[in-house]
């Protein structure tokens, strides 16, 4: 009896599924009969005329062979480009889907069809938006056949776990809201921007902020998160004096050697070790499964399936053109903002030209689609954990600012994508609990450049004497700086020798000229945290060394209107804080109680800039931009309105959103570090994997825990 009812439900799905193919196949032709009658240069008759009849057949013939050629040539083209750029893929798909349409026709018999190259590439993409839409229309009528459908459209023929098996443990998905910070969402929230967040904050989630570490931006943060150690990755972008190499967070040799030491550090591969999905992400976690991860994206070898994300996006051709218009819909959406901004006269503002508006559609469309769909896959899959980081807010804002009307849309469509996680869930073959989180915030403000005339390059070389351009010169900053350099130097060459009979004129004449020689300092910039490094000295310098180098350097940068302190090594009092008016503390002083001159920033900055102090990498000059309490806004030393990377405002307070059956983390959790315990205490409340806090690997053997290939790339680039 149960054998027949079996058979009878196979064959009720296998009708149903010749029904929607047919279906599909009718709406196909009727569209292509529209679009024939509508365009000029489109046409399915012969020149002599035919009937309705032939008409019909012939537009039948075209729809049928163009769905084949779809369902069978699209998914080997796109393999065949599997090392084209994802940005140069999404702009290519309305060719290619154009070109499919151009071989369909070739194939209808007696060649009635014919359509000019431009006029096919808007018949394909309507075509294959119609039949996506048909397609999904019918298969919301039925779960199961809803089910399928979702699992072909991310790549997955069926879960690993069966539905109505023994139920599962529960899989955890955390989504990662690049640079929202806590304030931000939760405005969002009140204005009805976010309305699924909303409605989980009213029900099933508890919502918290947790406060960064100095370096406020994603490579230390995710870092911590992922890893479980962001030790001694002291800003975006770093030089380091013992490699000679520059470090910089988001590119991919520097990302595989970030997540290296990380595991080197802690023994561990990382929060998705066991049974994971890291998908648009800096580091791997420790994941198998890789979609858009840059600390893989360095390595070529089978282990390496980062970049196969895009591809198992774009071989379906419906996903294809959908986010192909959406990309060049982004595209138009940023020169029309951009220019309204320029028209309104918009302060402060930032250039929005050249190929941003391409990075800002990525961004927002490519990755977005692309993580999202990695992310249903996963949950489809029954995967037990998934990191997925979701860029679009933090790229909008950095040039919008981030409380813009631009960055109130891209809230909205985030929340879209967040619904739609939150749907697919419902249909995977084991529950799923979906944790929102940021890995910073973003604080607004003029740029250093815009409000000064220079860069912090600039005023540093000022500061030590060094020629800068006449632009530089003309400005009330590097005017000043250069008559502070002249002064203190000619100070330095007629100070009398002190007990030690250190720092005699021969003496300090011999400073100045080898100062002369001296390479010029590296100076770097994240966000509102600037580093000064000085490559011709081995170690870090003290402040001392750097008054005989450069006699007038610290006190230009400290007593500069747009810097808030400065952190630099003394051979007298350890570590200190130099600041305005001449202001110095020793570090190891400074606590929340007394603060000296980090009052402004906030609790914790006494702190968080004492743990940056033991980075064996921190620069021989940490410069902080000002931070105004009233405003929140900073100065920073990018050309960004909105940016993180340092000390002030909403950068260091990005949030946590949990469901409430789990375990709340601890009150006034601080640094990523942290927040990776806490996750990976859910993780076991789950039933999920448990990973260790400490194993002995040894050296050698820490790289094979990273899914990657081969020896770590060096980047020597300066």
Excluded at 143 to 160: G, K, M, S
Excluded at 251 to 264: D, G, I, K
Aim: glycine residues 12%.
């Amino acid at each position: 009896m149960g054998e027949r009812r079996g058979r009878s439900g196979r064959w009720r799905s296998a009708g149903g599924t010749l029904l929607r193919v047919i279906t599909v196949w009718a709406v196909s032709t009727l569209t292509l009969l529209v679009l024939a009658a509508v365009l000029p240069d489109f046409r399915l008759q012969s020149r002599d005329g035919d009937s309705v009849t032939r008409i019909a057949l012939t537009a039948a013939w075209g729809a049928g062979a163009f769905g084949l050629l779809g369902a069978l040539v699209w998914r080997l083209i796109v393999r065949a480009l599997l090392l084209v750029p994802a940005l140069v893929l999404g702009l290519l798909v309305f060719f290619l889907n154009g070109s499919l349409l151009l071989l369909a026709l070739r194939l209808i018999p007696d060649g009635r069809g014919a359509v000019a190259p431009e006029t096919a590439v808007v018949v394909a993409a309507v075509m294959s938006a119609v039949a996506s839409a048909t397609s999904t229309a019918l298969a919301v009528r039925d779960d199961e056949a809803y089910r399928r459908r979702l699992y072909r459209l991310t790549d997955r023929t069926r879960p690993r776990i069966a539905r109505g098996g023994p139920e599962a443990a529960p899989g955890t998905v955390f989504l990662q809201l690049d640079g929202v910070g806590h304030r931000v969402l939760r405005d969002a929230v009140a204005d009805g921007r976010m309305p699924t967040v909303a409605e989980w904050l009213a029900g099933t989630h508890t919502l918290t902020p947790w406060r960064t570490d100095w370096s406020s931006q994603t490579g230390a943060s995710q870092l911590g998160i992922l890893h479980g150690s962001n030790e001694d990755v002291p800003a975006f972008r770093w030089y380091e004096k013992d490699t000679g190499r520059l470090m910089v967070s988001n590119r991919p040799a520097s990302a595989v050697e970030l997540q290296r030491r990380a595991v080197e550090r802690t023994g561990h591969g990382g929060l998705l070790a066991d049974d994971g999905a890291s998908r648009g992400n800096l580091f791997s976690g420790g994941a198998e499964q890789l979609a858009l991860v840059l600390s893989t994206a360095a390595r070529r070898g089978p282990h390496n399936r980062s970049r196969a994300g895009y591809f198992a996006y774009f071989s379906d051709p419906a996903n294809a053109v959908r986010t192909a218009g959406s990309l060049l819909a982004e595209v138009l959406r940023e020169m029309v903002q951009s220019t309204r901004a320029l028209l309104r006269r918009d302060t402060p503002r930032v250039g929005r030209g050249g190929l941003y508006p391409f990075v800002r559609a990525f961004a927002t469309v490519v990755e977005r689609d692309v993580v999202v769909s990695a992310v249903m896959g996963d949950m489809l899959a029954g995967r037990t954990a998934v990191y997925a980081d979701l860029v679009a807010y933090d790229e909008v804002a950095h040039h919008s600012g981030p409380r813009s009307r631009d960055t109130h849309q891209v809230l909205a469509r985030l929340d879209r994508s967040i619904a739609l996680i939150a749907k697919v869930a419902e249909h995977a073959p084991r529950p799923y609990r979906i944790v929102l989180l940021s890995d910073h915030g973003q604080s607004p403000g003029e740029t250093f450049a815009s409000a000064y005339g220079l860069t912090l390059r600039d005023l540093v070389r000022a500061g030590c004497g060094l020629p800068v351009p006449r632009r530089v010169r003309r400005t009330h900053s590097g005017s000043e700086a250069r008559d502070a350099a002249r002064e203190a130097l000619r100070g330095a060459l007629h100070r009398p020798v002190d007990q030690e009979g250190e720092a005699g004129p021969e003496g300090q004449e011999a400073a100045a000229v080898a100062a002369a020689r001296a390479p010029g300092p590296v100076v770097l910039a994240s966000g509102n945290l600037g580093l000064v490094s000085f490559p011709g000295v081995p170690h870090r310098m003290t402040r001392e060394e750097i008054d005989r180098l450069h006699p007038g350097l610290l006190r230009t940068l400290a007593e500069h209107p747009g810097i808030g302190f400065l952190l630099v090594a003394s051979e007298e009092h350890g570590s200190v804080v130099l600041a305005r008016d001449g202001v110095e503390a020793p570090l190891a002083g400074l606590t929340d109680e007394a603060p000296g001159p980090l009052a402004a920033f906030g609790p914790g900055a006494a702190d968080a800039v004492r743990r940056t102090d033991g980075f064996p990498h921190v620069a021989d000059i940490m410069v902080n931009s000002m931070h105004d309490p009233k405003t929140g806004t900073v100065h920073a030393f990018e050309e960004q309105i909105g940016s993180h990377g340092g000390l002030g405002g909403e950068q260091g307070e990005p949030f946590l959103l949990w469901p409430r059956e789990l375990t709340a983390p601890p009150a006034g959790l601080v640094g990523a570090e942290r927040v990776h315990r806490v996750l990976r205490g859910w993780l076991g409340e789950s039933g999920g994997p448990q990973v260790p806090l400490k194993i002995s690997l040894p050296n050698d053997q820490t790289e094979a825990v990273i899914p990657v290939n081969g020896p770590v790339t060096r980047n020597n680039e300066r």
